[in-house]
Every structure is written in C-alpha cells, then in structure tokens.
T-cell receptor, first 109, second 112 residues
Framework: DAKTTQPPSMDCAEGRAANLPCNHS???????VYWYRQIHSQGPQYIIH???NNETNEMASLIITEDRKSSTLILPHATLRDTAVYYC??????????FGPGTRLSVLP | NAGVTQTPKFQVLKTGQSMTLQCAQD?????MSWYRQDPGMGLRLIHY???????DQGEVPNGYNVSRSTTEDFPLRLLSAAPSQTSVYFC???????????FGNGTRLTVT
C-alpha cells in the first residue's frame, strides 16, 4: 500500500500557484519524498524530490515540514499544460516505488 | 541518449497468444522494473531487477515472466495472453542510489 495520502482532485486557476498537499506521517528517517505527474496516458514524469530541506527546480518547489510528516508541491504559475495526475511517493533505495491514486489537478482558464 | 525505450507502442493479441514487450535503457541504470496501469487506476509493479542476472516479483507478477541478461535490456514476456492483461505497460529504471525513477512512454496492449 502507498505510504502517502493525497486529495483525489483539485482545481487551480491558470496563472495562479497550485499547491498540492501530501501526508506521509509514517515516513522513516532515510526515506525521500518524490513527486511525479502523469499527463493522459503518458509515462509518469519526474518533477522533484527531497529528504528534509526544501527544494526548487525549474518545474516546481517542494516544501517539507520540519517533522517530515507532510509536504507540499508548488507549481508557481500553473498553465493548462499542468493539468495532470500528481503522485507523491516516499521511497528509499532498496524499496520499490508504490504509486497511489494521486491528485488529479485541473488548471482552469 | 535515448533514455528508456519501449517497443512496441501498441499491440493487439488474441487470447492464448504469447509476446514479449521490450525495454531498453542507455543510462547504465542498475534497477529496472515493469508496471501496468489499468484505466483510471494507479500503477502496479509486476517485476523488477536490481542488476543483470537478478529478478524479483512485484505486486502483480502472475502471467508474466522476466529475465535480465544484460544491464541494458529487461524484456517482459506474456506466455499465454488473457483479456485481464489488457493494460498499458510501463518500464522504469533508476541508478543504485536515491535517484528518481525514469519511465518509458509505455506499451498499450489489448487482448481480445
């Protein structure tokens, strides 16, 4: 079973920030938080990952709480092309990635 | 650098036929895996490999065989296709550390 909990769906207005939450209250000290997204039936696309510090790349920012029990993926200026299913996964090498149902993000014009 | 390449992109089989889905990677990743995704559902792990000569079962291995004779290739074999195996199949790879999983573009399989 997936070790994360995400809302099943969210809406966001185009041009606004999309904040996608993820709960991972049972995360262990050496597990990373990964975010992926899947557009239509394409292969899942890696977005970002982190251990305990906040991370930022050209696609998004990842904010991990100090107790590491939850995180938020931030898309700073959502576009229609960001409409997708977003998956939050906790993983340490030696484990397999377990995908839950994710959050279906709809970016509205 | 092609990344993860899956062939074919589409395949239609009749019940009882056999086929092999191909996965090749040029990133020298030790870990390779196969997932299936049914309509409206998440990805489920079929088989995985942590290196050449080593394979193991995932969540839904029944009806599928794998082998890993080289680092680059990880074929998935359906010995006797069933309609329940109609799905989209994804191959994914990663290096031996806390690095992201890289996915191919998938093979859409229909069994009639």
């Amino acid at each position: 079973d997936a070790k994360t909990t995400q809302p099943p769906s969210m809406d966001c207005a185009e041009g606004r920030a999309a904040n996608l939450p993820c709960n991972h209250s049972t995360i262990s000290g050496n597990e990373y938080v990964y975010w992926y997204r899947q557009i239509h039936s394409q292969g899942p696309q890696y977005i970002i990952h982190g251990l305990k510090n906040n991370e930022t790349n050209e696609m998004a920012s990842l904010i991990i709480t100090e107790d590491r029990k939850s995180s938020t993926l931030i898309l700073p200026h959502a576009t229609l092309r960001d409409t997708a299913v977003y998956y939050c996964i906790v993983n340490n090498y030696g484990q397999n990635f377990v995908f839950g149902p994710g959050t279906r993000l709809s970016v509205l014009p | 650098n092609a990344g993860v390449t899956q062939t074919p992109k589409f395949q239609v089989l009749k019940t009882g036929q056999s086929m092999t889905l191909q996965c090749a990677q040029d990133m020298n990743h030790e870990y390779m895996s196969w997932y299936r995704q049914d309509p409206g559902m998440g990805l489920r792990l079929i088989h995985y490999s942590v290196g050449a000569g080593i394979t193991d079962q995932g969540e839904v291995p029944n009806g599928y065989n794998v082998s890993r004779s080289t680092t680059e290739d990880f074929p998935l074999r359906l010995l006797s296709a069933a309609p329940s195996q109609t799905s989209v199949y994804f191959c994914a790879t990663r290096k031996v550390n806390n690095s992201p999983l890289h996915f191919g573009n998938g093979t859409r399989l229909t069994v009639t």
